[in-house]
T-cell receptor, first 112, second 116 residues
Framework: KQEVTQIPAALSVPEGENLVLNCSFT??????LQWFRQDPGKGLTSLLLIQSSQREQTSGRLNASLDKSSGRSTLYIAASQPGDSATYLCAVVMDSSYKLIFGSGTRLLVRP | GAVVSQHPSRVICKSGTSVKIECRSLDFQATTMFWYRQFPKQSLMLMATSNEGSKATYEQGVEKDKFLINHASLTLSTLTVTSAHPEDSSFYIC????????????FGPGTRLTVL
């Protein structure tokens, strides 16, 4: 059974810092991996999707990497801003059913 | 584009009543919709997958008679929590994917259910 773990559970940094969020999964036979952002009491916003054949994806200040063999992904946020404060969730898809298996998230606070 | 709405955003009901939550894709046809629940400070757990015109597929441990899912059209799916109890209080989120982008799910804003 696939298990997705995110470390750390919570992170507080001063504005301007570069930071890395970690995601690990137990079954490396994934279809794709996705990173989402969730603001308090709200739905999810998709940030990046990495197909199983890819190693990284970039969008603006965000860069996500994928190492399938070791079961790891990282989300790198450059020059963090207070507006980046949210919970970041990673999720894996195992097959063409496209069911998402979520990690427990990292709650990020960027202090002005 | 690719907007998903949910209604209501918040609902408070008495124990024993049934509550219906709607999930709509506003600007695309959603061949597949997913329903998740999220407890405070926890992650999303998939409850069921529904395809338009067919019965929903429920995840292990989810009672299909308690959580009725209907996907009657390509833009609407409903989740009905029957005979709600306080332990059903949670944040329910739907997502939808289209035939043109099957690996991308667009999420609704969620519905906060509180059962007294």
């Amino acid at each position: 059974k696939q298990e997705v773990t995110q470390i750390p559970a919570a992170l507080s940094v001063p504005e301007g810092e570069n930071l890395v969020l970690n995601c690990s999964f137990t079954d490396s036979a994934i279809y794709n991996l996705q990173w989402f952002r969730q603001d308090p009491g709200k739905g999810l916003t998709s940030l990046l999707l990495i197909q199983s054949s890819q190693r990284e994806q970039t969008s603006g200040r965000l860069n996500a990497s994928l190492d399938k063999s070791s079961g790891r992904s990282t989300l790198y946020i450059a020059a963090s801003q207070p507006g980046d404060s949210a919970t970041y969730l990673c999720a894996v898809v195992m097959d063409s059913s496209y069911k998402l298996i979520f990690g427990s998230g990292t709650r990020l606070l960027v202090r002005p | 584009g690719a907007v998903v709405s949910q209604h209501p955003s918040r609902v408070i009901c008495k124990s024993g009543t049934s509550v219906k939550i709607e999930c709509r894709s506003l600007d695309f046809q959603a061949t597949t919709m997913f329903w998740y629940r999220q407890f405070p400070k926890q992650s999303l757990m998939l409850m069921a997958t529904s395809n338009e015109g067919s019965k929903a597929t429920y995840e292990q441990g989810v009672e299909k008679d308690k959580f009725l899912i209907n996907h009657a059209s390509l833009t609407l799916s409903t989740l009905t929590v029957t005979s709600a109890h306080p332990e059903d209080s949670s944040f329910y989120i739907c997502s939808a994917s289209s035939v043109y982008s099957t690996d991308t799910q667009y999420f609704g804003p969620g519905t906060r259910l509180t059962v007294l």
